[in-house]
């Protein structure tokens, strides 16, 4: 492997989840105050521990442009490349509408408020799922009130 494409070869989790777990509350830390720093509107970080395999943390941010949405990734680049995140590049910079920085264990996307609403990914992380596995609760059949009574002969 080149040294060009070792510079763009993502870091990888080490066998310590403690250290990990430190490590990604400090990058988390650091990407919320460069969030705050920029003006970032609607700051929420979810918790995928336990949930998902992805990431420690996801973070979902809003700009009010695009360009401020293409600053506030480019901030962010350097911030977990500070925290020894090689190669997290944002994705999307160009369009500036959705942009996603995959910083291994934190992941950011950063969104216009309209594609934000779109979206709406703190729907899909947070959603409560129904409990499938708990005893029936259906209510048995009963007639709907528009309903015909059944003939009697």
């Known amino acids: ?13 080490s066998k310590d ?4 777990a430190r490590q990604s509350d400090g990058m988390l830390a650091d990407i919320v105050e460069s969030l705050e720093d920029h003006k970032a509107m609607d700051v929420v970080v979810i918790d995928l521990k336990g ?9 979902i941010a809003t700009g009010q442009s695009g360009r401020q949405v293409s600053t506030m990734a ?14 997290a590049v944002p994705e999307g910079r160009g369009q500036a509408d959705w942009v996603l920085l995959d910083a291994i264990d ?7 408020p309209e594609v934000r609403d779109f979206y ?3 729907k899909m992380w947070n959603a409560d799922l129904p409990d499938t ?19 009697t002969t």
């Open 133 to 151: 596995t708990g005893p029936d609760t259906t209510e048995p059949d009963t007639p709907e009130p528009d309903a015909p009574e059944p003939a």
């Open 1 to 13: 492997m080149s040294v060009k494409q070792k510079a763009h070869t993502l870091t990888k989790r």
């Open 74 to 87: 480019d901030r962010l680049a350097l911030v977990v490349k500070d925290h020894g995140v090689v190669g």
């Open 120 to 122: 709406n990914l703190e």
């Open 17 to 20: 989840s403690t250290k990990d």
């Open 106 to 112: 934190v992941i950011v996307h950063l969104f216009r």
């Open 51 to 59: 949930k998902s395999d992805i990431a420690d943390y996801m973070v």
